[in-house]
């Protein structure tokens, strides 16, 4: 066996090892990553060390350091897992090392985000010809789409942004709510329409925009808007009244809507949750991740835009660039130019589910979430914060900060289960996301258990 080879197959051994010992493994870091540096840090090697040594010492080393967020009692943060074709499939795209960028460097490449980039626009009900592009995640798909907004709103105002930048252009009202998702504000700092220059709306107690609140502060816009939508909150799951502020915004001449779905936008596959995405198709950009709830594993985001050219128009470099092609060029509507090739992995894992898969998968995380919510909204000392209308629960114990605080801890280092802590609305709350493939109802029941007992015992 060569060199490439022996590591390759030991790589696939550590890794199967891994997958197996998942499920009773401790689920949260047993190190930090000062002791992770120690083991594995030391001086820049001046001689080489043969490839299947690195990665078993790499494997070994790094352990204790390595989050088990693929296993399915991980419910920190909004987390997917990998499914089995995505997994595999991704471990094909690291021998295949295809650049995704260009037609030219891996026309299986292109195709593959064609046709998941289609698949992605109909399992999510939006626009069949609205542009697509495959980012690292929702958080860059945002800044995508305002990119695209902004193109747009100033396109119609008589401006060239691309060409000429922010100096001098008309102004854009930038409206979003109280509880918009961090990676907004990071996108509107990246392009140059400020965090702090914006119109924020007001939210109710599960952190939707208040529709009445959009309303006023519409009426008092004039001039090129853009408008920044919430489907799923991080904490509580909840939807912005997107109908109703589409109405709203329709009075105004020179207007973009984005919505920021990152996994709230999967509540489009389930007849049964459909209703909390009512009107998001009124939008003309949408960012949703592949990596979150369609376990993709990591990384997959995914932007569309209704307008093509405005989203062509943000993204490219100039179109006499020598690489063009009549084909679709994946890199003409991201951020990034090369890249791994991160289509394959989504057109697997939707092969993989078909839309009747992706459909369970989505309700059974749901009903999952009210499992444990019903659980431990019975228990003694343990309020359930939130509408459970998703795959979010918030819980608080001892109706106390510290308390609350205490369990979380104490959950975590107990490894049964992970989750990790928020603030809402001015008090402190644990944060359960069920966005896994593999959690099953003995999962839920066995965390559910190991919250209790380090309830009792915190
Ligand atoms: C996770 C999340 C994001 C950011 O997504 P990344 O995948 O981290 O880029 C943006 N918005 C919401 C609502 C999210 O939950």
């Keep these: 066996m060569n060199e490439r080879e022996a590591a390759l197959r030991r790589a696939a051994e550590l890794g199967l090892d891994y997958l197996a010992g998942l499920d009773e493994r401790h689920v949260g870091a047993r190190a930090d990553a000062t002791a992770i540096a120690q083991r594995i840090g030391g001086l820049l090697p001046e001689a080489g060390t043969d490839a299947v040594s690195v990665v078993e010492e790499l494997a070994g080393a790094a352990d204790p350091g390595i989050v088990a967020s693929v296993g399915p009692r991980y419910f920190g943060f909004v987390i997917g897992g990998a499914l089995p074709a995505a997994a595999a499939t991704d471990w094909l ?28 626009l109909e399992l999510l009900g939006l626009p069949a010809d609205a542009s697509v592009g495959l980012p690292t995640g929702a958080g860059l798909g945002n800044a995508i789409g305002l990119a695209a907004g902004r193109h747009a709103v100033l396109a119609r105002a008589g401006w060239d942004v691309e060409a000429h930048g922010l100096y001098g252009a008309p102004e854009i009202t930038v409206l979003i709510g109280e509880e918009a998702h961090a990676t907004v504000l990071t996108a509107l700092q990246y392009l140059g329409l400020g965090r702090d220059r914006v119109v924020r709306v007001p939210t109710d107690d599960q952190g939707r925009i208040r529709a009445d609140s959009a309303a006023a502060a519409l009426a008092a816009v004039d001039g090129p808007l853009i408008a920044v939508l919430q489907a799923g909150n991080v904490n509580t799951g ?10 709203a915004v329709a009075d105004h001449p020179n207007t973009w809507i984005h919505v920021d779905g990152a996994f709230g936008l999967w509540a489009a596959v389930s007849p049964s949750l459909r209703h909390l995405v009512e009107g998001v198709d009124r939008a003309d950009s949408w960012s949703t991740d592949a990596h979150k709830w369609l376990n993709v594993g990591y990384d997959c985001g995914f932007v569309a835009v209704r307008d093509a050219e405005a989203h062509r128009a943000a993204m490219s470099a100039s179109a006499s660039y020598l690489m063009r092609s009549e084909q679709r060029e994946n890199w003409e509507w991201t951020l990034d130019s090369s890249r791994r090739a991160r289509g394959f992995v989504l057109y697997a894992a939707i092969r993989s589910l078909g839309r009747e898969g992706v459909q369970a998968l989505v309700e059974r995380c749901c009903m999952l979430a009210r499992r444990m919510a019903d659980r431990l909204r019975d228990a003694e000392g343990v309020e359930v914060l939130n509408d459970v209308v998703l795959n979010q629960v918030m819980v608080r114990f001892g109706g106390s900060d510290e308390r609350t605080r205490e369990v979380i801890a104490a959950v975590q280092a107990d490894g049964t289960a992970w989750m990790g802590g928020t603030t809402w609305k001015g008090v402190a709350a644990m944060r359960i996301s069920v966005s896994n493939w593999s959690t099953t109802e003995a999962d839920a029941d066995r965390t559910v258990d190991a919250i209790l007992r380090c309830a009792a015992s915190a």
């Design 93 to 120: 795209v690291g021998a295949w090392g295809q650049n995704a960028a260009l037609h030219a460097l891996s026309p299986a490449a292109a195709a593959a985000e064609q046709v998941a980039g289609r698949w992605m």
């Design 238 to 247: 909840a939807f912005d009244p997107v109908d109703e502020i589409a109405d």
